[in-house]
């Protein structure tokens, strides 16, 4: 379920949150907003200074799917550095995100760096969707493009492989 690419739901760290066949379809269909952090660090973590250098904008994100671009994804996927080298999400980077209220973030990168991994439950607990091991982020635009990301539906579960596309403007 946890797996390429795939999408986990609040349940997946939150006791009461909803398994994946619980969430609204329309969730996972929404105007995508990305921001280029492709200058971060190997194993460095991404705080709420590098997302406000990127244009991160809370009232832009309220109900769009945001795209968090390193481009980490795209040149570690089958290394053993995928999972150790990478950057990561700050806590006070997952923090604002959450206050942000998108529906979901989608990143080409960790967004933990390792157990307890309190980024999922600052997210999850605020009903930001985890869109994981996504690929080509850098080549989306700011804004004007509609995110797809469409999980497979299985009853109970905590999150699903999922097949996602982004459709440009115009």
Known sequence: LHTATHIDAPSHFI???AAIDEIA???FHRPGVRLDLT??????AI???ELDAAGFEPAGCRGAILMLATGWTDHAFETPQLYGGNPYLALDAAEAIA???PSAIGLDFAVDHGKPFPNHTVLLGADVLLIENLMRLPELPA???TVSAFPIRIAGENGAPA???AELAG
Not at 39 to 44: D, I
């Open 15 to 17: 006791a009461d949150g």
């Open 25 to 27: 379809i329309d969730r």
């Open 39 to 44: 200058g971060s660090p190997p194993g460095a």
């Open 47 to 49: 705080g709420l200074a």
């Open 99 to 101: 206050s942000a209220a």
């Open 143 to 145: 804004d004007g493009f």
């Open 163 to 165: 097949r996602v596309v």
